[in-house]
């Protein structure tokens, strides 16, 4: 019997901690920061991402820190940060840049 064997690639466009992605939640697109990387646990060894988005969720300008995981074939890379930028500035990045908006 012969067995079957699942190659697993590195993508040259794997997603990094501290990038901007897009994704899709429902009906709409939103932005988030890839907070951490969860490895090869993705069907066929595929990277799994942690995210970080923020909501309005009272209608009050308040916005409140929303995190998930994702399988990275489900966003969107925005742009590229440094790898030693740290997730806390990139949140705060990310807030300034809704709160001017």
Same mark, same amino acid.
């Given at each position: 019997?012969?067995?079957?064997?699942?190659?697993?690639?590195?993508?040259?466009?794997? $997603?990094?901690?501290?990038? +901007?992605?897009?994704?899709? +939640?429902? #009906?709409?697109?939103?932005?988030? @920061?890839?907070?951490?990387?969860?490895?090869?646990?993705?069907?066929?060894?595929?990277?799994?991402?942690?995210?970080?988005?923020?909501?309005?969720?009272?209608?009050?300008?308040?916005? %409140?820190?929303? %995190? !998930? %995981?994702?399988?990275? +074939?489900?966003?969107? &890379?925005?742009?590229?940060?440094?790898? !030693?930028?740290?997730?806390?500035?990139?949140?705060?990045? $990310? &807030?300034?840049? @809704?709160? #001017?908006?």
């Amino acid at each position: 019997m012969a067995h079957k064997t699942v190659e697993k690639s590195v993508s040259p466009d794997k $997603i990094r901690v501290g990038q +901007r992605v897009r994704f899709h +939640r429902g #009906v709409s697109a939103r932005e988030a @920061i890839v907070i951490e990387d969860r490895g090869p646990l993705d069907i066929g060894g595929g990277q799994v991402v942690r995210i970080r988005y923020f909501v309005d969720y009272a209608g009050d300008g308040v916005l %409140e820190p929303v %995190e !998930t %995981e994702t399988a990275a +074939r489900n966003v969107e &890379i925005l742009d590229e940060f440094p790898a !030693t930028v740290s997730t806390s500035q990139t949140s705060d990045a $990310i &807030i300034a840049k @809704i709160n #001017v908006a």
